[in-house]
C-alpha cells in the first residue's frame, strides 16, 4: 500500500541536502552491519498549490537564455518541483545515499505550457531500482499537474556508483554504446567559473561541487562543475520558440563540465520535427551532453 | 602668424621704447568690414579741369549718383584729410605738377591714420609729346617716392588711364575705390593700367559679386580659403576647389562660405572640364576663375631635381593654362567672365632658391596677358596679383629672424593678411575691373623688391 | 518561398510610386580600429561625414526632410546620435532625423527605408547614413554592479544604500567589453563563416583572390580620382587605412588562418581574406526628381526595390551570412529579372568566403532546388560585374557605414556607365548582417 506524503510547502534543497548527508551517513553504517535498506520506499511526496515566484523565474530566463515570458521553461519547472523528488531521497528509508548521487540521464515531458499564474501540485516518487554496470540506478518521478490535467512529468536517473544492492542478479548489460563523433558545430558555451553559483542561486540546488573549485575538490572534483540540468536547459533555451507548446526534452549526461570551461554544442533539427543537441569538449571530442527535444502529440 | 613685434610697438611701454630707438613703426592696418562707411573723414580733390570736376562730383554725389563723401576742393586748414585725390590726367608739362602736388604736401602731416593718398593720371607712351610723357610719367616716380614717405597705415597708389579711356570709365571708378577703401590695406605703392572704358559698376558697392559664380582652387587653406570667404562676402556663390588630401578642410570652407567643395587636382587633364562641369551642373553659369592653388619646392637651381622643378611648373602654371583653354573653348565662359591668377613678388624680382616658382610665377603674369586680350570680347579679362610677404602657415615656417625681416622690408613695415590678397582678387574679380586688361596688381605693402 | 505571386515591376509604370533617386554620397575614409579615428566618436565621424555631403552639394542651412543613420556599436548616450549629429552639422537644425540599427545592413536599410518614404511623397529629400567605431566602442560596467548602482539609485534609506553597496565585489568593477560573437550561439561571425566555408569546399586560394581584386581595384579607383567626389579626407586619412596596394597572392597565401582551427576541414579564413574592425562614416544624399532638379542636382541611379531575408543559423540550417541567397532570388522574382539583367553586382565583402559562399549557393543545382524552389540552379554572376570597385576587404566594413559606401559607389558607377553607354543599367546590391540577416537592393540609373 502505497502511503502518502503531504508536504506543507517544497522543501528548501539546502535543508534536504543536510539531512540528505545525515541520512547517507546513516546508511552507509547500515550497509556495513547489513541493515541497509535494498528496497524503494512504497511512497509518494505531495505538495499542492505551489507557485513560481516571478522574480526567480525572470532569473532564471535571463541565466538560461529563455525570453521572460509567463510561461515556466520545463527546466524551470523542474526547479520547482524536483526538491520534493529530492526530499524523498534523503528519507533514512532511500536505499541510496544522497550524497555522491550521480545524475545520469534526465526525460521531460512537458504536456501543455505552465504559467507563472498557475497553483502547481507536485507528485513524486522513486521507482526502477536497478543495477547499472557501475553500480545502481533509479528514477526519479516527478508530476505537476494544473488542475486534474497533468502538465509536466520528469524522470530523473540517478547512479549510486560502487553499490550494488543484492539479489537482482546480474547488472542488466548496457546497450551498445555508439562511440560520440563531434557534429558540425552550431555554438558554443563560454561558462564563466561563476556559473556553478549563478545557477544555485536561480535554482537553490546549491550542491557545493557546483560552488567553487575549494568545495569541488572536496568531494573529489578538480573544479567546480556546471549543474547537468543547467546545461540541458541551455541547449532547451537554444532550441527556443520551436519547441512548440508540448514537447518532449530528452538529455543523457555522459561527462562533467568543468569551469570556468567552454562547451561546443550542436542544437539543430533532426530529420523530423524535433532537434538534437549534444555539447562537447572541441579539443578532445568527448561529449558532455546529447539529447533530444520533440514535438508531443497533444 | 602673429606679427609679436607690430603688437609690442603698439602697446604700452614698448611702443616708447621703439620710438625713442627709432626702430620701425608698423601701423596696424585697418581693414575692410561691410556696411563701414568709405572712407572716415574729408575727401581732398586736388587738380584742375574737367577730369577733377568729374570725380569730385562722384565722390561727393548723393544715393544714387556717387558715394556721398565729404568732398573739399581746397585744403582747409586743420582738417585731417581721410584721403587725397590728386587728379593729374591733364597735365602736359612736368612744371604743371607743382601746383597740385604742393597743395597736397600742406595736408599729409594731418592725413588721417590708415589715410589715402591717389592719383588718376594717363599713361604715358611713345606716341606721347616729350613734355606729356615727362609729365605723365612723373607721376610714377611721385607717387612711388610719396607712398614710402607715408605713415600710420596710410597708402599712396595710382590709377594709370590709357588713351581714350576717359575718367569715369567703370574701372576707373572702380580702382579709385578700390584703393580709397579698407579693402586695399597692404596695396601701396602701386599704380593700375586701366586699358580700357569695358566693365560696369556695381548697383550694391557692398555686394558687386551678387549672382556671379566663381571658382577658387587651393581653397582649402590660407589665401585661396581666405579668397573664398571674401568672394562670398562680395555676393558671388563659391565653388571651393582642392586636391582630395585636403577634403577635410576644404569642406569647412565650402560650407562657411555656403558654396560647394570639388576634390580636385588642378593637374589631372580634365580638370578644367570637370570645374566647368561642377560650375554649371550646381550652379548654372561659371564667370570667375581664380587661379589661386600653388606650391613651392625651393632649391638653389644648382641643386635643382627633376621633380622639384616639374611639379611646381606643373601646378603653378601649366594647369591653369590646361584649365583656361578648356574654359575658353567652351563656350560657356563668356558673360564678362574674370580670370584673377595667383603671381609673386618673386615672379616679378626673383628670389634666391626660387627659380622653379619664379619660373611658374612669371609665367602666370605672361599668360595672363596674352590671355586676357582673349577675353574682352566677351566684356571678360584676366589678370594676376602678386603678394608679397604675407603671414600664412607657409611663411609660419621661415626661420624666426628671416621672418622678421622679410616683413620689415615693405612701405608698411609688417607682412600683410591672407585677406589682403583675397580683397584685390575680388575686386579684379569684380564687374567694374573689365577694363583691366592683362594686368598684375601687387599685394606687398610696397616692397623693396622690384618695381 | 513566399507565395506572393511574381509581378514584373518597372520604376516607368506610371501607376505605380513615383522614383527614389540617388543624387550623391560622401563618406570619410574608413580607418583601421586603433587607428586615426582612435579617439573619434560616432557623433564626430557622422558629423563630418555629413558636413563633407553638405559641402559637396551646397546644403548649407539647407532642412533636409529627414536623415536616417545608425550605429551597430553604440553607447547609450548617443540614443539620438542622427539627430545630434544633424545638430552639429552644417545642415539646418530644423532637419529632422532618427536612428536606425540593423547591424552590418544598417546603412542599406536607412537608404531602403528613406527611399520608399520618397516614393511614397512622405518625404522629398533625405540623407542616409551610418557609422561605427570599434576603436570608440562602448564598454559597459558589469552587469552585477550595474544592478548594485540601479538599486542604489532607488535606495531610499542609508540602510538600503549600504545593503546594495555591500553586494559590490572587487570583480565587479572590471568593466565588460562588447563582444561581437552572435548572442545565441556563442561563436563569432567569422567562426561562423568557416564553417559555412567548410560547407560550400571554399579554398584557400578561391579567398585570397577575391581579397587581392578587392584591393586592386579599391586601389585603381583612388588613383583614377573615382572616389574624388564620394570620400572627404578626416583627421588627416586620405583613403582607407586598410588599402593594400602592395598586397599579392604569394603575400596573402604567407597569412596564417584564423578562422575556422578547430574544424577537422582545413582552416582558409586569415586576416587576409577577412575584413578588419573598421572605423568610418558614410552618407547618401536622396530625393525626389522635383527635389533634384530644383537643386540643380543629378539623378545619379534610382533604388527601385529591396528585399530583406534572415535565416534559422542558431540550428545550423544555414550559415550566418547566406540570408542574401534567399533574399535575391525573391527580389529579382517580383521584378521579373535574373542575374544576367545586371551590369553590377555588389556583395558586400564580410569575408571573401561570404561572397563565395553566395555565389557558390546561387550555382548549385541542389540549393536552386531544395531550398530556393527553383528547377535548379539560381543563376551564375559574372566575376567580372562583381565588385568592380573592391569592397569591404580593401576598404573596410565599420559596420552601419558599409551600406552608404556601396550605395553611394555604385550608384555614381550607375550613372558613368549609363552617360559613357546608354541605357539603364542595373546593380544589385546584397549586404549579409549578424543574426543571420541580409538585405539586398536593386537600383538602376537614373
Redesign the interface.
Known sequence: MTSTVVLPGVPALAGVYARGAGASGRLAVARRLGRAPSALPDVVYTVSGVRADPQQLTAYQHLLGEPASDRLPAGFVHVLAFPVATALMARTDFPLPLAGLVHLSNHVEQHRPVTLDDPLDVRAWAADLRAHRSGTQVDLVTEVRTGDTLAWRGVSTYLARGIRLGGDGAPASDEERVPFVPPTPTGRWRLAADTGRRYAAVSGDRNPIHLSSLSAKALGFPRAIAHGMYTAARALADVGAARGDAYVWSVEFAGPVLLPGTVTVRVAHDDADGFTFAGWDARSGKPHLTGTVTPLAA | MTDTYLNLVNSGVTKKLAKQLGLPQPAPLRRHQPGQPLLDGPALVLGSGADADTLAALLAGGPGLGWDLDVHRHAVPDTRYAAVVLVLTEVVHPTELSAPVLAAAGVLKGLARGGRVVTVSREAVADDAPAVAAARQGVDGLLRSLAKELRGGATGNGVVLHAGVPVDAPSSVGALRFFLSRRSAFVDGQLLVVDSSAGTLPDDWDRPLAGRVAVVTGAARGIGASIADTLARDGATVV?VDV?????Q??????RV????????VT?DDAGARILEHAL????RLDIVVHNAGITRDKLLANMTPDKWDSVLAVNIASQLRINEALLTSGDFTDAPRIVSLASTSGIAGNRGQTNYAASKGGVIGMVRATAPLLTAFGGTANAVAPGFIETDMTARIPALTRQVARRLNSLQQGGLPVDVAETVAFLASPAAGGVVGRVLRVCGQNMVGQ | MAASTPKSRTTADPAGPRRALVLGGNRIPFARAGGKYAHASNQDMLTAALDGLVARYGLQGERIGQVAAGAVLKHSRDFNLTRESVLGSALSPETPAYDLQEACATGLETVVALTNKIRLGQLESAIAGGVDSTSDAPIAVSDRLRRVLLDLSHAKTPQQKLAAVARLRPKDLAPAAPRTDEPRTGLSMGEHQALTTAQWGITREAQDEIALLSHQRLAAAYDAGFFDDLVTPFRGLVRDANLRTDTSMEKLATLKPTFGLTLDTPATMTAGNSTPLTDGASTVLLGSDEWAAAHDLTPLAAVVDAEAGAVDFVHGVDGLLMAPAFAVPRLLARNGLTLDDFAYVEIHEAFASTVLTTLAAWESEEFGRDRLGLPGAFGKVDRSRLNVHGSSLAAGHPFAATGGRIVATISKELHRRKAAEGGTPRALVSVCAAGGLGLTAILEAA
Open positions: 571651393a582630395p588630401a585636403a577634403g577635410e576644404l569642406a569647412t570652407v565650402a560650407n555656403r558654396g560647394t567643395a570639388l576634390q580636385l587636382d589631372a551642373q550646381r550652379h548654372g
